[in-house]
């Protein structure tokens, strides 16, 4: 005699059995049959239900991103020095900003330096900061 037996074990039926148990029993009984039915389905509804339950969330997020960011009056562009005095539209550069010329004459200046002559310079630390020190 093997020592378990081919038969499946079931609980008895009682009137004590509540509904979802019988609901639960009558899932797992019909899942193995129908798996896309009974579990994906309901999971792809879940998920494209969740969808567009998050969109108008969202797009409340860019709005008042949106609010946060305001068109600039005439004067104050001017004041940004985004806008000239006649008010012509484009952005005006920063006049001591560098140019950069071509990669070679980025490259020789950068070799002119001397980087071999260097001394290390310890960073002045705010008041009750730790510096490191042991």
């Known amino acids: 005699m093997p020592a378990f037996q081919a038969k499946t074990f079931r609980r008895a039926t009682t009137a004590s059995s509540t509904l979802g148990e019988k609901l639960g029993e009558a899932y797992r009984a019909r899942l193995p049959r129908h798996p896309f039915l009974l579990f994906g389905l309901p999971f792809i509804m879940i998920i494209v239900a969740g969808s567009f339950a998050l969109t108008p969330a969202a797009a409340l997020r860019y709005e008042r991103y949106d609010r946060k960011v305001k068109q600039l009056s005439q004067e104050e ?11 012509e539209e484009g952005i005006k550069r920063n006049p001591r900003r560098r140019v950069l010329g071509d990669d070679r004459e980025e490259y020789y200046r950068l070799m002119a330096k001397d980087l071999d002559d260097w001394e290390q310079k310890r960073v002045q630390r705010f ?7 042991l």
Request: no cysteine; hydrophobic share 30%; charged share 40%.
């Open 77 to 87: 562009a001017m004041d940004l020095g985004l806008k000239g005095a006649d008010g």
């Open 127 to 133: 008041k009750g900061e730790p510096d490191g020190k």
